[in-house]
């Protein structure tokens, strides 16, 4: 690979996206490192030594962010400092979420591809990129395929990436509503998610996408509480009068989101707090979207 | 490898360097540049806030290969010679240092703030401060000093 610099056969440092690639395949073994915000945790703490490093970090066509046709195209580089600080009115719920992570220092480096490679089920992006419907683009010599986020995981700290593939991109679809996110942890800063949700309204198709974290085994939707919610605005009028949701409306959202979730007791907190809690999110989350979308009208969207 | 990294202004080498060693490791233990305190080695203290390229990062979680090439900023960068840098003489001249382990890293994380907002709110100096940690002081004195320094740096 005479485009590759090779400092030591511990480490590699692809120039190009399409040598991390080729990289990746020849050494299926070596370990991705973007921000390093997860794996250096592993690494101090001698909890894996893995044989070979593919560093990403220093591929700019990476850190890029596209947008075309309704859709923002998030290159595996960009960090959640890049989010919150460029693109909180196309992504609004992430890039919420992505102020709720770490640190500055843990912003600055970490990624939205590293998260989802990560996958853990407390992961802050997640809730809103399943909220939002967005796609994972991964890629390997054998060729490019989307995932819809709703597929990509598959376990606790497991997803559906084989040994050769890599992330490429995540596609997320740019806000037409509101959006909302809720993290409740044990302290402001610094602090993983005891439970999360995200909410997105999609105004022209009048439909709500969720997400929920750190209830279940993997980052889940919860299917039945939106659908609930599509056929209750459509049946009821909302969507024409846009009147403050009935309690009973918000309450059968509310009761479906903590019903999806299968969470269990661990140090952060016991299963019951977490549905509970996940009950008071969902009920908030639902009435600050759909107060915001009442003031913005439904023709701004 | 071999690894040569700019560190406050001077260009530096190490040999033998394990790719997957912290940026921390490096400093502090082959190029002997103990300013930056190691103590918790997962990003949780920031008490190993360096400067990466121009971001503000904890070095604990920047790997040797990645910084391969890099320019550094430590804390030792800052003073001028014998004199402090205004931000640093703020901690002082406010008591915000007690034990001083933390303080390296919320200097360099003062100046990141400063950098970015020469005139922050409380709020806005407590967000930037958030990953850094101080077990002594109960980071009043720290948001005092913060404050103290953006006055000092706006005059000068
Ligand atoms: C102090 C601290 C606080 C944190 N707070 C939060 C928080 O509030 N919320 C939260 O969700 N997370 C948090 N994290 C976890 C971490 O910051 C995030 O998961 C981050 O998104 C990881 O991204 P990264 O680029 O740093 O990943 P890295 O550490 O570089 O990589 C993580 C994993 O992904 C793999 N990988 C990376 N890029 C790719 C790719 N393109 N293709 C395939 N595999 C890849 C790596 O091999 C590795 O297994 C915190 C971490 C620390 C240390
Ligand atoms: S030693 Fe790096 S953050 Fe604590
Ligand atoms: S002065 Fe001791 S930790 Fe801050």
Not at chain 1, 7 to 18: A, F, H, K, N
Not at chain 1, 97 to 113: C, E, K, L, M, Y
Not at chain 2, 69 to 92: K, R
Not at chain 2, 136 to 150: N, P
Request: glycine share 10%.
């Amino acid at each position: 690979m005479a485009a590759v610099e090779k400092p030591g056969v511990d480490y590699l440092r692809p120039r190009t996206w399409q040598d991390a690639v080729a990289l990746k395949t020849e050494n299926p073994a070596a370990v991705p490192i973007n921000g390093g915000t997860d794996l250096m945790v592993d690494l101090n703490f001698a909890r894996s030594r893995p044989p070979t490093l593919l560093d990403l970090s220093h591929l700019d066509e990476l850190r890029r962010w596209e947008k075309s046709n309704g859709t923002v195209e998030l290159g595996a580089g960009v960090t959640y400092t890049d989010v919150l600080e460029h693109l909180g009115s196309d992504l609004p719920a992430l890039a919420l979420a992505s102020r709720t992570v770490g640190s500055p220092q843990i912003r600055n480096r970490g990624t939205i591809a590293g998260n989802l490679a990560t996958a853990s089920p407390a992961g802050d992006a997640h809730p809103p990129l399943l909220a939002t419907g967005a796609t994972v683009r991964v890629e390997s010599m054998r060729g490019i395929r989307d995932v819809p986020i709703g597929r990509f995981f598959t376990g606790p700290k497991r997803n559906v990436l084989e040994p050769d593939e890599l992330i490429r991109s995540v596609l997320v679809p740019s806000a037409r509503g509101p959006q909302q996110f809720s993290k409740v942890g044990t302290r402001n800063a610094m602090v993983i998610a005891v439970v999360s949700f995200a909410l997105a309204f999609d105004v022209p198709s009048r439909h709500v996408g969720t997400g929920i974290g750190s209830a279940a085994p993997t980052p889940i939707e919860a299917a039945d509480a939106a659908a609930y919610l599509d056929r209750e605005l459509a049946r009821e009028g909302y969507w024409e009068d846009h009147r403050e949701l009935s309690a009973g409306v918000v309450d059968g959202f509310a009761d479906r989101v903590a019903a999806a979730s299968r969470p269990i007791d661990d140090v952060r907190g016991p299963a019951g707090y977490r549905v509970h809690a996940l009950r008071v999110m969902a009920r908030r989350t639902l009435r600050w979207a759909w107060s915001a979308l009442a003031t913005d009208g439904i023709h701004a969207h | 490898m071999l690894i040569e990294v700019t560190v406050n202004g001077r260009r530096r080498t190490a040999e033998n360097v394990w790719a997957g060693e912290s940026l921390l490791y490096v400093l502090r233990e082959r190029l002997g540049l103990r300013g930056s305190k190691d103590a918790c080695e997962q990003g949780e203290c920031g008490s190993c806030s360096v400067y990466l390229d121009g971001d503000l990062v904890c070095a604990c979680l920047v790997s040797a290969g990645q910084a391969d090439g890099a320019e550094v900023v430590t804390v030792e960068g800052l003073a001028d010679g014998e004199s402090l840098h205004p931000i640093q003489q703020a901690y002082v001249s406010e008591g915000a240092v007690q034990c001083g382990f933390c303080t390296p890293g919320l200097i360099l994380a003062t100046h990141c703030l400063l950098e970015a907002n020469s005139d922050p709110s409380d709020d806005e100096i407590r967000e930037a401060l958030a990953g850094n940690l101080c077990r002594c002081t109960g980071y009043e004195k720290i948001v005092s000093a913060v404050r103290l320094a953006a006055m000092e740096t706006a005059v000068g």
